[in-house]
């Protein structure tokens, strides 16, 4: 079945079994699927009933789209990703930001768990994603391009939106959130960078590094979704500290930090 194909399944499925016409999308990172607890008129497709949509086989990723009411306006939310590194294709893992862009949807929010890079950043803090580096070599929009989604070569100037981005930080100043605004750098997985990667990524200028993301973004600005990334600082990079890393302190610390994310991304899309 054709990519396109595949979106129109997909998209026809989710429309004939929600109420609501969101505009607004979120795909939530590690840890950071309760947010979906403050929705209103909420609604819940299990990923296992979705055409065409894989399973987010991570720890603290669940398989749920849900679909309500947050901050006054109707929202939709993936509550766990797909990600390159559990061996789905980047075909698969953006797919559903296609279906977003079928779905009507006008703004996208990604969010992420992510190492800091930049020794100035601490633990527990939430960060702005400004741009990206793709360590990973390849990308999702390699192969047949559609012009129906998009055009062959989009320009990803400003892929993370600076209209958005403004929003996000002002909101945040109102809310009294520390935000930090950085560079992500999207790392393959599943490991962790060596403690030399994190000195190179430092070196190319990255402030954050993870296992997402990147691709979503590229896919979104393909389809000309308006965008901005919040990363979600569970750990320093290896290396900085004198101390392993690992997946169940990432979902703690986002865990912990939970209460400032849900307040600023309920106030961003408020004031959308």
Known sequence: MSLIKKINETTNYIKQNIKLNPK??????????????????????????????????????????????????????????????????????????????????EKLIITNAAGAVNKSFNPGELMIITDHINLVGINPLMGKNYDELGERFPDLSNAYDKTLRALVKDTAKSLNIKVNEGVYAWWSGPTYETPAEVKMLRTLGADAAGMSTAPEAIVAAHSNLQTVGISCLTNMASGILDEPLSHEDVVRVANNAKEDFTKLVEKVIENL
């Open 24 to 105: 607004v999308a979120i795909i939530l990172g590690s840890g950071l699927g309760d947010l979906t607890d403050k929705f209103e008129d909420k609604q819940s497709l299990s990923y296992n009933n979705i055409p065409n949509f894989k399973q987010s086989t991570a720890k603290g990723h669940s398989s749920e789209l849900v679909v309500g009411k947050l901050g006054g306006k109707e929202v939709i939310a993936m509550k766990g990703r797909f990600h390159f590194y559990e061996g789905y294709t980047l075909e698969e893992v953006t797919f559903p930001v296609r279906v977003f862009k079928a779905l009507g949807i």
